[in-house]
């Protein structure tokens, strides 16, 4: 078993449940910890044997752009939903959600949750 992480990727979308968070879209911070049970890539030294974490990135960027969210929980299950569809390497997943500058006085609100097959 091994884990591979991807820090503070940036998506953009509409994520909120005030008019004025419906006008534009703004940008979410995700943190993903992908746990895969194959170890095969450790010998192998190829792609098919692990998980493709740039286009996993790039599929989740580009479906988030997409969607639009009142809760940040619901927009966490989405991609937790897509994580695990990826690809079936992918045993877990821990995803991590961080809004901006959602709460006066706050750098940010967060939601995290683990997804398992």
């Known amino acids: 078993m091994f884990v591979i992480t991807i820090s503070n990727l940036r998506i953009s979308t509409i994520l909120g449940v005030y008019d004025w968070e419906k006008e534009k879209k703004r940008e979410v911070i995700l943190n993903i910890k992908l746990v ?29 752009e997409k969607m639009n969210f009142n809760l940040i929980e619901r927009l966490v299950a989405a991609i937790g939903r897509d994580i695990l569809a990826f690809d079936p390497k992918i045993h877990s997943a821990i995803l991590e959600a961080i809004k901006v500058g959602a709460v006066k006085g706050a750098d940010s609100v967060g939601v995290w949750t683990e997804f398992k097959r």
Do not use: A
């Open 36 to 64: 895969i049970k194959n170890n095969d890539s450790f010998d192998s030294d190829n792609l098919n044997d692990t998980v493709d974490y740039n286009s996993l990135s790039q599929q989740i960027i580009e479906r988030s």
